[in-house]
């Protein structure tokens, strides 16, 4: 997989770049997939429409506070794996850079929700998405967090527990990493 992470600044920039990777790396068969991050609808339909070959994966914000679920269904309908990052709403880097007074971990429908299940409110963060049919990456340099995060799969969130958890608010209209809609 050659993997494009996406410079929001600039699209022109990355259409060019993904039309190279295209005919260096992937046409004569240097790799077998490419991958983008960032890329909204809109983006994607650029990649259709100049008839390049579709990347394999979509990496992008999603979590409870951040769910494009058009962009997921999108993704799907192409055959594009989605992947989210910062699954559990960045809790060591949003309230300072966005000045929250709180974090998707200590949302109440997410801890009562853990507490039910008997794990940690990450591992219902991480269960949300993976029953969204999103693949998450979890990020830590905490070992014990990363076994910890490795045990969400064996929740199994009710439709009612997945709707209240994809009801809840965000503190911010924003994204919490730079949000790829404000631009072209």
Same mark, same amino acid.
Not at 28 to 40: D, H, L
Not at 52 to 74: G, I, S, T
């Given at each position: 997989?050659?993997?494009?992470?996406?410079? *929001? @600044?600039? %699209?022109?920039?990355?259409?060019?770049?993904? &039309?190279? /990777?295209?005919?260096?790396?992937?046409? $004569?068969? #240097?790799?077998?997939?490419?991958?983008?991050?960032?890329?909204?609808?809109?983006?994607?339909?650029? +990649?259709?429409?100049?008839?390049? =070959?579709?990347?394999?994966?979509?990496?992008?914000?999603? &979590?409870?506070?951040?769910?494009?679920?058009?962009? %997921?269904?999108?993704?799907?309908?192409?055959?594009?794996?989605?992947?989210?990052? !910062?699954? =559990?709403?960045?809790?060591?880097?949003?309230?300072? !850079?966005?000045?929250?007074?709180?974090?998707?971990?200590?949302?109440? %429908? +997410?801890?009562?929700?853990?507490? #039910?299940?008997?794990?940690?409110? !990450?591992? *219902?963060?991480?269960?949300?998405?993976?029953? &969204?049919?999103?693949? /998450?990456?979890?990020?830590?340099?905490? $070992?014990? &967090? =990363?076994?910890?995060? @490795?045990?969400?799969?064996?929740?199994?969130?009710?439709?009612?527990? /997945?709707?209240?958890?994809?009801?809840?608010?965000?503190?911010?209209? !924003?994204? *919490?990493? $730079?949000?790829?809609?404000? +631009?072209?």
């Amino acid at each position: 997989l050659f993997f494009n992470h996406r410079n *929001v @600044l600039d %699209v022109e920039r990355e259409k060019c770049i993904l &039309h190279a /990777v295209c005919h260096c790396v992937f046409s $004569p068969g #240097k790799t077998r997939a490419i991958g983008v991050s960032n890329f909204e609808k809109n983006h994607l339909e650029d +990649i259709i429409s100049m008839g390049e =070959m579709l990347p394999a994966l979509n990496q992008v914000e999603y &979590h409870p506070y951040w769910h494009e679920d058009e962009l %997921v269904a999108f993704c799907e309908k192409y055959n594009i794996s989605f992947n989210g990052y !910062s699954p =559990m709403g960045c809790p060591d880097w949003a309230p300072a !850079s966005h000045n929250w007074t709180h974090r998707l971990l200590d949302e109440p %429908v +997410i801890t009562q929700i853990a507490t #039910k299940h008997g794990v940690p409110a !990450s591992q *219902v963060a991480l269960a949300w998405e993976w029953q &969204h049919g999103v693949s /998450v990456n979890p990020r830590t340099e905490n $070992p014990e &967090h =990363m076994k910890e995060n @490795l045990s969400f799969f064996n929740i199994k969130l009710s439709d009612e527990e /997945v709707e209240s958890i994809g009801s809840i608010k965000p503190p911010t209209k !924003s994204k *919490v990493c $730079p949000d790829p809609s404000k +631009i072209l």
